[in-house]
């Protein structure tokens, strides 16, 4: 514990200007960030300056050897103890290199390398003008339907620009769940947050769907972020810092060294409860909780579909990584007020995601509404105020992150002349044409669905363990049911699929590139080897579960 | 000299199934493997039993620990057997009329052609039998158990192209059924009230008093009770008694060896080994004693009016057994006699089915006694066999039956009181009763004038002495059937074997034990000359005349099959109606309305989803309001 590093707001307030020292960065334990944003920079490099023909085979090299060396220097450093005994706060109090950090991070970046695979996927469709297409439109700035919009497509033009931003949006959501002070974190959240709304506006297909979800997502994330650092605001008038070291001190009432200017603020518990509350809108409306859930279904079923995959799972990471932090480590000391508000946020989730999941007729919404029930399940997780209750959340978001990314790859691959055919009807008798595809997608539901054997099912038991154990039977209860009704859809799909007539104009299965056939193979295999054999993987949870202050 | 004890049991396992998976190759020697095996098993016990002979009686049990079948916290299940003297007695008798058994079927099924089969499944029924008697725990008896009443069921049913035989052999399985829920109850009972099911712990030995002395009577009483159901239906005790009649339908070995001899005597194995469940529990032992009482008369009175010969011999077993359930009940005043008659009624009964099968086997497969007669000239050796079987089983002076069956009566009586005096009645007249039908079996089959016909394909029957194989288990067992009793009654030996593991008391008569001896003989005489009026000395009609309506009663085996039509098959199809009815218009209606109602629920809130950015933001709004407010409200209340 670093507590003097922890206390530079303070010092550097009352020490004379001239002793300011350049600030003390660890580069090694900030390596995996670092090396995301350097590579995401070296991408806007070569859309300036490498030929349009070279750029997509430049970025997805760049983007791959990037997230793989990222992935590398986090597994280093849990090798190096950073994830146990020697977890410390770095960055001058900023970031904190601990065992939940590290976990989310690798997480995070084996989510990212799946998601650069689906990005860089340019099979499906068939080739315009001799030129291969991936998920993106030619020229995202060109109006829909235009004469340029043609021109570009005409001009073989790829939007090769996600890549970068991909990166991007990957380097803001490593630093999320680590940001040890709130400006970091508010930070963190727009530099994922914003390459994110730019991502969901670029499809090809119904473009003008794409640009309203894009703009939903933009304008309903903006109001949020106000939220949020308005709640900012409140935490910093309450505390007189940014850091959580110390306004979790102050909740405790431990603190020193109070700066006099502040004193008349400090400690107004109006504030805290305000200000804490709304920073954990603004992070509950990134894991899509319910009330804060209404973007979620019309902005997956609007953006690409691997931004979509690559989002329902990385996003939620890093958000419920960002809010464990908060409430463990800054708000540790006001559970009691915050527990009964998040149980009834939990309840609402499960049971409202759930719930009008049944009535839904298209694919991408259907997983939509899964996530937001998945979301209420992973939330009585982080209700349980347990070392059990952080790993077993840490294991629930490895666990579904791949499931997600699976599941919305396979989405991809069956199309009709309109693209990708997410209609539900269209998917009948998709069991009897091809039945791989088929069985595949029904593991990713039956995970979905928490049905033992698969990784589902032991990341929902891990969670409600946890929870019964802190005291929450009640939610678990609620969850049980919400599971129960929530397995009505998925198994309606599977019986769907193979239990159906197949339609005489029925989709076609496209037949994938290595690319996404690697991202749903990896899919299953986690999923399998998660629900099988996880009991290695629970352990490393459980060694990562533990906060550094 | 325990681990013999295993091989006793793992002998016939493996000739099971050698026999049943070793295919067609072994179809030539397979009879031959399977009589060897059953041998080898019966050598072993004779082995032990010498073992056992050369130690002091108060220490003679002996136990085999296998492995540990189900080693889990709280719950220790043991693959181990216990060898004591009541184990023993059994030991013999089923592996020893077991051999004999097999030596006969080598003769009986010569022209079957699934013969290898049948040896398979007679050798597994020997392997689970033994596994029955030598389990030293409940959970291991009820596999023996099981494997018996599975044994059973492809045995009775081994014709099965014969629809009867598939019938037979269903009703069997699910009566059996009924008594096995009972079995398995009482275990769990067990396992809840002592925490274990062991025999040791739970019955004790000679050193500490088990854990039946700590548990109340009400518990006791209910694991009596259905300790009692399991075996009443293993036995053919009333109510449970309808199989065994139509389980005649099996070959006549199987009905010698199971149906007779053995596995029906499962259930005086059961309530004898429980002895000290049942002494704590007087109230249970009452309903045992009436069951078994009941039974007796009921058997016998339906071995009166049978014209089938394998039907009124399986009547007589019937109510044989209600002997010794009777003798059970009555508590360390009976048990030794119970097992006594066990015994002797397993040399005479088994020899009376062979010498029944030995009769078919000569009549092309006639089993109706009304076409017999005069069988005695043609077949010699199973007239005497037969002969001195019946005389065994009416209570002849000096042969088997009379001392064990003597016995059993003067125990009923010794019981005391009105209790006492109805008992001992009712085995009196079951003496009488039993007189009579196996008189009325001997003359119709063996005396009097030619009755045959031929058979359906108009083959006029030959009859003939059956061949060696099938005359020397019958004269072996002749042997038994005469000198048993008298071997077992003289000097106590068998009451003095078998005390240290039963306990025995003497009670309290207040008859005298010649009184009873004068009384049964006075008895016997009035029942077989009833019989002889009836069938000696007038011609006996080919055809059935349509008798009184006990007679009929009799014949239809006392309307127990229309008893359990009405009230079981009729009452369970009602029953299983109305359940279905519940569960269509009530349990689909609540689950369906739950379906319905979560599905509109979802149609309405799908509907706030209205896609516009407006309003998904005044949601957020409120959200956001809602929250701060409950969070400011927590800290309120």
């Known amino acids: 514990m670093s507590a003097a590093a922890v206390h530079s707001l303070w010092t550097t307030a009352v020490d004379p200007i001239d002793k300011i020292g350049a600030p003390k960065i660890e580069y090694g334990q900030l390596s995996p960030t670092l090396i995301v944003v350097g590579a995401a920079v070296i991408g806007v490099l070569i859309e300036a300056f490498v030929p349009r023909k070279s750029r997509y085979y430049a970025q997805v090299f760049v983007a791959v050897v990037a997230l793989a060396a990222a992935f590398a220097a986090v597994v280093a450093l849990a090798a190096g103890g950073y994830g146990t005994t020697k977890a410390h706060i770095a960055a001058m109090g900023a970031i904190a290199v601990d065992g939940p950090a590290l976990f989310l991070q690798g997480t995070i970046l084996l989510a990212g390398l799946l998601g650069v695979f689906t990005f860089a996927e340019r099979r499906l469709d068939p080739e315009a003008h001799g030129n291969r297409v991936d998920s993106f439109a030619a020229q995202a700035a060109s109006v829909p339907g235009s004469d340029s919009e043609k021109a570009a497509v005409k001009a073989g033009f790829t939007t090769t620009e996600v890549f970068p931003l991909l990166l991007f949006a990957i380097a803001g959501m490593l630093v999320f769940p680590s940001a040890n002070d709130l400006l970091t974190l508010f930070v963190a959240l727009e530099v994922f947050s914003l390459p994110l709304y730019l991502l969901c506006a670029v499809a090809r297909r119904k473009r003008l769907m794409s640009q309203e979800a894009a703009v939903k997502y933009f304008l309903l994330g903006a109001f949020a972020s106000a939220f949020t650092l308005f709640g900012i605001a409140l935490l910093y008038g309450y505390a007189g810092s940014v850091s959580y070291a110390t306004i979790a001190q102050v909740v405790d009432g431990t603190v020193q060294n109070v700066d006099p200017a502040l004193a008349g603020t400090m400690g107004n518990d109006a504030l805290l409860l305000i200000g804490a509350a709304m920073l954990a809108m603004g992070l509950l409306f990134k894991v899509g909780a319910v009330p804060f859930h209404m973007w979620t ?120 002349a309109g693209g990708e055919a997410t209609h539900l009807s269209k998917w009948a008798g998709l069991g009897r044409r091809s039945p791989l595809v088929a069985a595949v997608f029904a593991v990713f539901l039956l995970a979905f669905a928490g049905i033992p054997l698969t990784s589902g099912f032991a990341g929902k038991f891990a969670v409600f363990k946890a929870a019964a154990e802190g005291g929450a039977s009640a939610l678990v209860v609620v969850g049980v049911i919400s599971s129960a009704i929530a397995a009505f859809f998925y198994i309606r799909v599977i019986v769907l699929m193979f239990f159906s007539e197949p339609r005489s104009e029925g989709p076609t299965v496209a037949v994938p590139s290595p690319l996404t056939m690697t991202a749903i193979g990896v899919g299953v295999a986690v999923t399998l080897v998660l629900g099988v054999a996880p009991q290695y993987f629970l352990d490393l949870a459980s060694q990562a579960g533990v906060f550094v202050r | ?22 295919g067609r190759r072994l179809d030539a020697v397979g009879h031959w493997i399977g009589t060897a095996l059953a041998s080898a098993s019966f050598v072993m016990g004779v082995v032990l039993f010498a073992d056992m002979l050369g130690k002091s009686p108060d220490d003679r049990t002996i136990s085999q620990h296998l492995f540990s079948w189900i080693p889990v916290a709280g719950f220790q299940a043991d693959a181990s057997f216990q060898l004591d003297q009541l184990s023993m007695t059994f030991v013999l008798l089923i592996s020893g009329v077991g051999s004999l058994i097999h030596l006969y079927s080598v003769g009986y099924m010569e022209h079957d052609e699934r013969r290898r089969r049948f040896f398979g499944y007679l050798n597994l029924f020997l392997a689970a039998m033994l596994l029955l008697v030598l389990a030293d725990n409940y959970l291991l008896l009820y596999v023996g158990w099981e494997g018996v009443g599975l044994a059973s069921y492809l045995l009775i049913g081994f014709w099965q192209h014969k629809p009867s035989a598939a019938t037979a052999a269903k009703k069997a399985f699910l009566v059996n059924r009924v008594g096995d829920m009972g079995l398995s109850i009482a275990i769990m009972l067990m396992f809840t009230t002592f925490g274990t099911f062991a025999f040791g712990p739970v019955l004790g030995t000679h050193e500490e008093a088990g854990l039946t002395q700590g548990a109340s009577e009400g518990k006791l009483t209910a694991i009596a009770l259905m300790l009692l159901l399991a075996a009443c239906g293993k036995s053919a005790q009333v ?59 009921f058997g016998a009175i339906v071995g009166c009016a049978k014209d089938d010969i394998k039907k009124a011999l399986a009547g007589s077993t019937m109510s044989q057994i209600g002997y010794m359930v009777l003798a059970a009940g009555l508590g360390p005043i009976g048990y030794v006699w119970a097992i006594m008659h066990l015994v002797t009624h397993g040399f005479f009964k088994a020899g009376l089915f062979l010498g029944a099968g030995s009769v078919m086997h000569g009549m092309n497969d006639e089993v109706d006694m009304r076409k017999f007669g005069g069988l005695r000239k043609y077949m010699p050796i199973t007239f005497v066999t037969f002969g001195l079987g019946y005389l065994a089983i009416i209570g002849f002076p000096g042969l088997s039956g009379f001392f064990s069956k003597d016995k059993i009566i003067e125990a009923a009586f010794a019981k005391g009181g009105t209790e006492g005096w109805i008992l001992g009645g009712a085995a009196l007249l079951g003496a009488a009763i039993t007189a009579y039908y196996m008189t009325r079996v001997m003359l119709m089959t063996f005396f009097g004038e030619k009755r045959w016909q031929p058979d359906a394909d108009g083959h006029e029957p030959h009859p003939h002495e059956s061949p060696r194989s099938m005359t020397i288990p019958m004269i072996v067992l002749a042997f038994g059937s005469v000198f048993a009793g008298g071997l077992f009654s003289i000097g106590d030996r068998f009451l003095h074997w078998l005390e240290p593991v039963t306990g025995h008391s003497e009670g309290d008569s207040p008859v005298s034990a010649l009184t009873v001896t004068l009384a049964t003989m006075v008895l016997l005489v009035v029942g077989a000359g009833i019989a002889y009026a009836q069938y000696g000395r007038r011609p006996v009609p080919v055809v059935a005349p349509r008798g009184s309506l006990a007679t009929r009663a009799a014949r239809r085996d006392l309307y127990q099959d229309d008893f359990n039509h009405v009230v079981l098959v009729r009452g369970g199809e009602h029953l299983t109606r109305s359940l279905v009815y519940v569960d269509h218009t009530l349990v689909d209606g609540v689950v369906n309305g739950t379906a319905a109602s979560v599905g509109g629920l979802s149609g309405r809130l799908r509907r706030l989803q209205n896609g516009y950015a407006r309003s998904y933001a005044v949601s957020m709004f409120g959200g956001a309001a809602v929250l701060i407010a409950a969070t400011l409200l927590m800290r309120a209340v």
Request: hydrophobic fraction near 60%; charge should be neutral.
């Open chain 2, 239 to 297: 109510p449970l008694q309808s199989w065994l009649g139509d389980a005649m339908e099996g070959p006549t070995p199987v009905s010698a060896l199971i149906h007779a001899a053995t596995m029906v005597t499962a259930g005086v194995y059961l309530i004898v080994r429980s002895g000290a469940i049942f002494n704590a529990a007087p109230d249970a032992q009452l309903v045992v004693t009436v069951v078994g009482a009941v039974t007796l008369l």
């Open chain 2, 1 to 22: 000299m325990e681990n013999l004890i295993a091989l006793l049991i793992a002998a016939p396992l493996l000739g099971a199934a050698v026999l049943l998976c070793g």
């Open chain 1, 297 to 416: 279904p019309d902005v997956y079923q609007g953006a690409p579909t691997p931004v979509t995959g690559f989002m329902a799972a990385a996003t939620k990471v890093a958000a419920f990584g960002a809010l464990l932090r908060l409430l463990y480590v800054v708000l540790p000391g006001l559970r009691w007020d915050w527990r009964p508000v998040m149980w009834a946020v939990a309840i609402v989730t499960m049971l409202g995601g759930a719930i009008v999941a049944i009535t839904q007729t298209d694919i991408k919404r259907l997983l939509a509404y899964s996530s937001i029930a998945h979301a209420g399940f992973i939330l009585a997780g982080v209700i349980a105020t347990s070392p059990d209750g952080v790993s077993s959340v840490l294991f629930y978001l490895g666990a579904y992150s791949f499931v997600t990314i699976g599941a919305f790859a396979v989405v991809t691959l069956v199309r009709d």
